[in-house]
């Protein structure tokens, strides 16, 4: 863990083959340790709101990568660290989107909506999770919604014509 602490993947690499799992390490694996170990070094020295922080641009970063898992892993953490921020769970929500995980962007968007009733991009993540559901009728009263609060947005205008004119909606 010490290797891991200062950040030597090298030796974090040659130690691994050697090192027996450590129970409280999710993901054992050279990154896994090296991620757990700075997670609890920021646990232990660095305010919450720097962790907040800190979490939320790993997401931001792992997201802009693609790796979608890794960005819903990092909102995760910064959810646990601030369960009222409606942004995380939207965030969270968009990750799940892209994994094709309804059920689960499905949860985060209502999370998020329950948390900020009066932000369209809660009612649209609620639509874009329903329509990956094919809960066409459910995705259009979301855009609905979502177009009610913010009318401007071409985004989710584009969503509720493409919904709305789909023959399962009626």
């Not at 997670?39 to 800190?54: R, T, W």
């Not at 601030?82 to 769970?89: E, I, Q, R, V």
Request: glycine fraction near 4%; aromatic fraction near 12%; charged fraction near 30%.
């Amino acid at each position: 863990m010490l290797a891991a602490a200062h950040e030597h993947r090298e030796l974090v690499e040659i130690l691994f083959p050697q090192t027996k799992p450590i129970p409280f390490v999710p993901d054992w694996s050279v990154d896994g340790i090296i991620r757990t170990t700075k997670y609890l070094l920021l646990n232990s020295e660095v305010s919450v709101e720097k962790q907040i922080d800190y979490f939320k641009s790993q997401g931001k970063e792992a997201f802009a990568k693609g790796d979608y898992l890794d960005a819903a892993y990092f909102y995760l953490l910064a959810i646990e660290k601030d369960p009222l921020d409606g942004t995380l769970f939207s965030n969270r929500s968009l990750c799940w989107l892209r994994l094709r995980e309804g059920e689960k962007a499905l949860s985060d968007a209502q999370h998020c909506k329950t948390l900020r009733p009066r932000w369209a991009k809660a009612w649209y993540r609620e639509g874009a999770a329903l329509s990956l559901l094919k809960d066409y009728k459910g995705a259009v009263d979301a855009f609905l919604e979502a177009s009610k609060l913010d009318p401007a947005s071409d985004e989710i205008q584009k969503a509720l014509r493409h919904y709305s004119s789909l023959p399962h909606t009626a």
